[in-house]
């Protein structure tokens, strides 16, 4: 069979248009570092590696819920440790107040002193989270908790506990309301006071001159026991979100250990070796030189001079 000088021209033509095709393929999987470009080029692996991306993905969100839920923790953590530093100093100054040979004005000094720490009590109260949100009022992020002065405390936010979804079948809580953290405190008497008016009542009793000092040793005692039933009721909180902060570390790691298996899953499945990919980059670049020289030298034939 005669070949003519037409398909000769077409058939090389075609050729290289392939080689050169195949060698931009090669070229792409070396700059992307990935040896299936599209499902096409694997279509087993391409799916295998959709789902385990899906999959990769949902960790990585389930990882940054973890790091929130971890930051929000640890913020929780240093104001329960701030509220209970506060109990832990008023009851150093009750047990100081109960000291007879004190004056009525070395009483107003501690009444001045712990009203200075009711102020603060109040500030950290109305701590706000990295959100702008304030952290004890419940659901109600945006509305101040804790109004008043040493005359009476009001509670505005609800009994609501934030969480965040940090694992498939986890959801963290990461957050206390204020109403169970400072409202619903054991008096020592069957019912329940709160923390603002048990200091309240401290500095009450310690700016009256004409308290009695029955009535004297009477408040004094009865602050002591609500503040100590205070602290163990932030001593409990605080137990709670660090057995939470636990919780979403060993969360994290593990998180971490599937990032790395799924990372390494996907490259198996559609990555690239570049070694062999290299060696073929050569080979095709090769094959590509050789047939356009070839051809170069094929058209330069005085018969396809003339093919118009």
Request: hydrophobic share 35%; net charge negative; glycine share 8%.
């Amino acid at each position: 069979m005669r070949i003519s000088t037409s398909q000769i021209y077409n058939v090389n033509v075609g050729t290289i248009g392939r080689q050169q095709s195949d060698l931009v393929h090669t070229q792409q999987q070396l700059s992307t570092g990935r040896r299936v470009l599209a499902p096409s080029d694997d279509p087993v692996a391409a799916a295998r590696a959709l789902e385990v991306g899906q999959s990769h993905a949902l960790n990585q969100q389930q990882k940054e819920a973890q790091g929130t839920a971890s930051d929000a923790l640890k913020q929780l953590d240093s104001r329960l440790g701030s509220i209970n530093d506060i109990l832990v100093y008023v009851r150093e100054r009750a047990i100081q107040a109960g000291n007879a040979a004190l004056n009525q004005s070395d009483r107003q000094a501690i009444a001045t002193d712990v009203s200075a720490q009711f102020e603060e009590l109040m500030s950290q109260a109305n701590t706000v989270d990295a959100n702008s949100e304030y952290l004890f009022s419940g659901y109600r992020g945006d509305i101040q908790p804790f109004t008043g002065s040493l005359a009476g405390v009001t509670y505005q936010g609800d009994q609501g506990v934030r969480s965040l979804q940090v694992s498939n079948s986890r959801q963290i809580p990461t957050s206390v309301s204020g109403d169970e953290l400072f409202m619903q405190i054991d008096d020592g008497a069957g019912g329940t006071t709160d923390m603002f008016s048990i200091l309240s009542n401290f500095v009450t009793a310690l700016n009256n001159p004409t308290i009695t000092a029955a009535a004297y040793n009477t408040a004094i005692q009865t602050a002591m026991g609500q503040l100590d039933n205070a602290q163990e009721n932030v001593l409990r909180l605080r137990s709670q979100t660090g057995s939470r902060q636990v919780e979403v570390d060993a969360l994290s790691n593990i998180g971490g250990d599937l990032s790395i298996q799924y990372a390494a899953r996907i490259e198996e499945l559609v990555g690239v070796d570049y070694v062999a990919a290299i060696s073929n980059f050569q080979q095709q670049n090769t094959y590509l030189e050789a047939s356009r020289s070839t051809f170069a030298k094929i058209t330069d034939l005085s018969l396809f001079k003339y093919i118009g």
